[in-house]
Structures are given as C-alpha cells and as structure tokens.
C-alpha cells in the first residue's frame, strides 16, 4: 500500500500501487484478443512507433531509475531553457514584399498589433535593398529588433541597416536583432558559394560596436525544407555553427566573442513533442559545442534559437487547415523554449500574404503568450518523462550525424560532395512513401479534401528556390519539399479537366447492401478519390446487379469502384462487376484487400499506393498530364 501525505485528498491512496508489470499483462490481454500472442516486453514493443532517426515512441513512460541531471533554465547544458526565468517569446513576423511602400504599411500594422521584431527578406527575395529605409520609416529601431536575410546580398543589406540605425540617432548598444550573414545556409539553398569575408567583417563590427546584434544566422530551415528528419536538422546545424566558429576564430576573434555572433533558426512543427524536444536538444548539443571550443564565459554557450513554423507542412489545398497547424507548432516552439518565434501565415505557400493571414499569424502568438500564459511558465515539458528521454535519443542521434558530418571535412565539404544531399533524399524517400500510403495523413490533402472549395488567390512572391527541383540539379543547392506536392499534382490535373470539360472526373461507387455493411468503405473510397480529385458519386445509396447498369449510366462516370463487406462481396462482388462491364464501365475496383473476383480489375485498400492509384484513375479518365 502506498502512504501518501495527509493532504485532505485521499483519491488513490486506498488503492494498491500498480507497476510495470501489472500494466504489462493487461496490454498482453488486449493484444491476445486482436490476434497477437506475445508477453511481457514484448507486448510493449508492439504498441511502439517507430519514428525517424532510429527513434521509437513507447505506450507508456516510467520515472527512470536514476534520472539525468538537467541543470536549470539559464544555466548549462540550457537543456531547460537559454534564460534563468520564465518570460515568453520575442514575436517576430516575417516581411518580403518587394514594394517599400506596402511594406512599411505591412510592418507598422504588425508592429501596432502585437508584433515584437521584424524578420526582413532583402534583395532579390523581397524589400529592395536601396528600399530598406522607406520600409523601415517610423519604426522605433530601438525598441523593435530587426533580423536580415539578404543571401548573397548580406553584405549590402547590413551595411545599409547600420547606416540606417547611424542616421536616425540609435545608440549602438540599442540596436537589436541580427544581421542574417549565413554563407553556408545560401549554399545549402541556392548551389552558389559566397565568399566569406562579409561574415567576419560584420561579426567583428557586431562584436566592437554593436552588442545588441549578431551577425551571424545558422539557419536549418533550407536542410528542413530539403526533407530533413529532426536529427539531420540538428546536426548541420551545430557542423554550420562550428564551420563559424572556426571561421571567426581564425580570424582573431576569441571564443567567448565568437559564439556570441551566432543566432540559430530552427523548423517548428505540428508534431508537437518532437518539436519541444528538438529545440531542447539542440541547446544542450551547443552546449557542449560552446565548451569543447573554449567558451567559457557565464551564458556563452547559451544557444539563441528562432523558431519558425515549418514551410514543408503548409499545404495549398484547404489552406486554412495551416492556421490549426501552426498553432500547434508555436505552442510546441514555446514550450520547447525558443527565443524568437515566426508563424508563416496560413497562405504563404500561395504567395504574398494578405492583411488578413498577417493578422492571424500574429494573433497565434498573441492568444498563446496573453490569454493561455504559455510564457509564465519556464520549461513546461520539464519532468515530462516522455519528452525527457525524446530529448536525449534525438540528442544522441544528431550528435552522430554532426560526428559524420565532421568526418566528412565539415558542414561546406559535406554539402558540396553532395552527403548532405544523399542522407536527406534518403529520408524524404521514407517519409514520401508513408505520405503515399496516407499512414503520415494530411488533413484536407490525402484526408478529408472538399472538392468543392473556392481556391484562395495570392499575388506572387518572390522565389530563392522553385518548388520540386531535383536534389543534385547543376548549381541548384538542396531541393525544396512538401508533403502536398504529389497530392498537388493529382489536384492540378482535376483542375485542367474541370476547365476543359465543365465537371471534374468521376468515379461511380456501388454500394452494395445496407448501411451498416458499406459505409466504412465507401467512406474510405470518397476519401481516396477525392484526394486526387475524382468526384465520387455515390447515388443511389446502394445497388444490386440489376440495378447498376443505370446507376452507373446516371452517374455519368466511366470507372466505378465496389463497396461492401467481404461477405456481401462473396455474394455479389462478381454479378454486379460483370454489370458493371457490360454497362461499359472502362475499370471496376473494389474497395478492400486484393482478392479473386471475376470482372474486378484493381483494390483500393488502407495502406495502398494512393498517388499511383489515383494517377493511374485520372490516365483512365482521360485528365491532362
């Protein structure tokens, strides 16, 4: 019997203390009646998920036997937090529109409505650098920090903010923000080396007269929008933040100067727990780069992390479905502790973002940080069992790809051989085929689509990288993902057979039976199709052999797809496929696992190859390449 304190709440404490085993032998019991006889471990093992990294995800976590000591947030390793107290986030939104005069409107409507600093794309991908002034007109540069990302014009856009900040009085120890130099992430993303010398230049600057500015950013966005896994990310960005190091070290700066040049940026996610433990991995790892470079000043190897809601993950289609998404992601970036966060509005993939998505971008942060207190609160997930040993196996397993990283020459040698490149599709590949197979589902892409929902229309925006081009492209960097796109391809196709011919192509689904033996079926057959575009008409609600033929001729489709249960298709799978041919339908499916039906030409099932098959059902139809 445990004895718990006499605190005037009995609740559990006239129970007898349940463990691991116990636990154990009730999984075997559920696991014996669906049909697997294992025990013990065992049994755990089979509720477990598999994650990327070599990761897995157990059923259930215990307090360790001797836990890890984690330190305390503001103090080394910073796993709890880079600051000694709870205090939210720095709300940064990202601005790119190439209009100066748009875009000083866009930065001061954000600023007077919650935003706390400004993320600046300048140059070729959005404000013009002669522009940067007019963009900047009535913002108080001492109290909103700016963040450049200029690429291979970083040197040109730094100078022209410091000669900004010089002529409109700020004092140099107010300037805050960072000046975005990233030779490495250009690269990554672009295929085109830069030189160096702008870097160092800026950092020594920074390090002489600006305290309040970094002037480098490691950024792992370009390796995450590449299809990285959360390891991959970590681990070019600690070879990146070490090639700096080097660099400015070489150059006479000291360690402890060094490290204090460096702002990190990081992809947040809808997959919450892996993004808490994401960031705070990433802080204990820097950590202990910090140490093992010499850094040896209080807060040194405190890690400045941005956190930014992760571009792979916004789909086109159902747009709005992007607001719930980056939701969770902010709360995931916030209680993983990030410094900055930037919430990517629900239509960025579309193109420049409207007043409207702005705004709601904004108000993610403000409603979290305001009315739900996320920022009172210093590491959440603290004592979390479950996040605390996330945290250390992905730790462990980006401290070995940064290990082979290094191996190879280095973070530059890495990406230029083309390793980096290779691990990367290598994992896109893995993840391509759970998001073909729908067990990676994708709310109103893959699940769920509406056929029917007016397209949201943006003005475009600048472009550093094309969508989709292939990884190994002469000079074209890393490729840039997402996990809509072959779902994309399928609806763009729908689309040009909607314009060409007035209606979308169809399929006809023949119910057969009642209610009760089809409904799941047909449910998953709207959705299959559906994902791809294909209008499923599924009227009159069921049909029998003699009654298909004008169904299916009503229907005005050309294929047709059976579903039921496995005993009425025993019954009646045969006759009314063979109806179905005689009626002259081009293809018969059937909705469930592969079988020996006469007149049935191809299954749907869960788990099955959906852009295939649905590519396979628009060359059918006849739907434009």
């Known amino acids: 019997m445990t004895v718990l304190p006499d605190?005037?709440?009995?609740?559990?404490?006239?129970?007898?203390?349940?463990?691991?085993?116990?636990?154990?032998?009730?999984?075997?019991?559920v696991l014996r009646k669906s049909g697997k006889d294992v025990s013990g471990a065992e049994a755990e093992r089979a509720l477990a998920t598999a994650l990327d990294d070599g990761l897995v995800v157990s059923p259930l976590y215990?307090?360790?036997?001797?836990?890890?000591?984690?330190g305390y947030p503001g103090l080394a390793p910073y796993v709890r937090g880079a600051r000694p107290a709870a205090g939210g986030w720095d709300v940064r939104q990202r601005h790119a529109l190439p209009d100066p005069e748009r875009a000083n409107e866009a930065v001061l409507g954000d600023l007077e409505n919650g935003v706390t600093s400004l993320w600046l794309a300048v140059g070729d991908s959005g404000i013009p650098v002669?522009?940067?002034?007019?963009?900047?007109?009535?913002?108080?540069?001492?109290?909103?920090?700016?963040?450049?990302?200029a690429g291979a014009q970083t040197g040109e856009a730094a100078r022209e903010l410091l000669r900004i900040y010089e002529a409109r009085g700020v004092a140099k120890d107010a300037a805050r923000g960072g000046l975005g130099a990233d030779p490495l992430g250009h690269e990554a993303r672009t295929g085109a080396q830069l030189a160096?010398?702008?870097?160092?230049?800026?950092?020594?600057?920074?390090?002489?007269?600006?305290?309040?500015?970094?002037?480098?950013?490691?950024?792992?966005?370009?390796?995450?929008?590449?299809?990285?896994?959360?390891a991959q990310e970590l681990g070019c960005s600690l070879a990146t933040g070490v090639a700096y190091l080097r660099l400015l070290t070489d150059a006479g700066l000291p360690a402890d100067t060094a490290v204090r040049q460096l702002e990190f940026r990081y992809a947040a996610t809808a997959d919450q727990f892996?993004?808490?433990?994401?960031?705070?991995?990433?802080?204990?790892?820097?950590?202990?780069?910090a140490e093992a470079c010499g850094a040896t000043a209080t807060g040194a190897g405190a890690q400045v992390q941005h956190a930014v809601t992760s571009p792979v993950m916004m789909t086109r289609r159902d747009p709005y479905v992007n607001m719930l998404r980056t939701t969770i992601a902010t709360l995931a970036a916030g209680v993983g502790g990030a410094d900055a966060v930037t919430v990517l509005p629900f239509d960025h993939e579309l193109g420049q973002p409207d007043a409207f998505a702005r705004r709601i971008a904004r108000n993610t942060s403000s409603i979290l940080l305001e009315e739900s207190h996320l920022g009172r609160v210093a590491d959440p997930a603290g004592g979390s069992w479950y996040v605390e040993q996330l945290t250390d196996e992905l730790a462990h397993a980006a401290w070995a790809f940064f290990?082979?990283?290094e191996r190879a020459g280095g973070q530059a040698e890495a990406l230029r051989s083309g390793l980096v490149g290779e691990r990367i599709a290598t994992t896109w590949a893995a993840r391509s085929k759970k998001l073909a197979k729908r067990s990676e589902p994708i709310t109103g892409v893959s699940e769920f689509p509406n056929l029917a929902e007016k397209p949201v229309v943006r003005e475009d925006a600048p472009a550093v990288r094309p969508l989709g081009r292939a990884s190994g492209d002469s000079g074209a960097g890393l490729p840039r993902v997402r996990r809509d796109e072959a779902y994309e391809a399928l609806r763009a196709r729908s689309d040009a057979h909607l314009d060409a011919t007035g209606a979308r192509p169809r399929i006809f689904l023949a119910a057969l039976g009642p209610a009760a033996a089809h409904t799941a079926r047909a449910t998953f057959a709207v959705n299959l199709f559906q994902a791809g575009g294909v209008e499923a008409v599924h009227q009159p609600a069921s049909v029998a052999a003699d009654t298909v033929a004008a169904?299916?001729?009503?229907?005005?489709a050309t294929i047709a797809c059976l579903c039921s249960s496995d005993a009425l298709y025993e019954e009646q799978a045969e006759a009314v496929a063979a109806a179905l041919k005689a009626a002259g339908a081009a293809q018969v499916y059937l909705a469930g696992r592969p079988g020996e039906h006469r007149d049935?030409?191809?299954?749907?099932?869960a788990g099955c190859d959906a852009p295939a098959v649905l590519s396979s059902v628009l060359d059918l139809i006849g739907a434009p390449a």
């Open 274 to 289: 892996l993004t808490v433990a994401k960031l705070r991995a990433a802080r204990r790892l820097w950590s202990r780069v």
């Open 62 to 70: 215990t307090a360790p036997e001797t836990a890890q000591e984690l």
């Open 7 to 29: 605190d005037g709440l009995s609740l559990a404490a006239d129970f007898p203390e349940a463990d691991h085993a116990q636990w154990q032998r009730l999984v075997e019991g």
């Open 130 to 149: 002669s522009g940067l002034a007019r963009a900047l007109d009535g913002v108080y540069l001492d109290l909103a920090p700016v963040a450049l990302d």
């Open 551 to 556: 169904a299916f001729a009503a229907s005005g």
């Open 196 to 230: 160096n010398d702008d870097a160092v230049e800026l950092a020594r600057t920074c390090a002489e007269q600006y305290p309040g500015l970094r002037a480098l950013t490691v950024d792992a966005l370009p390796y995450h929008e590449a299809g990285a896994s959360a």
């Open 600 to 605: 049935v030409d191809a299954y749907v099932f």
């Open 403 to 405: 290990q082979e990283l």
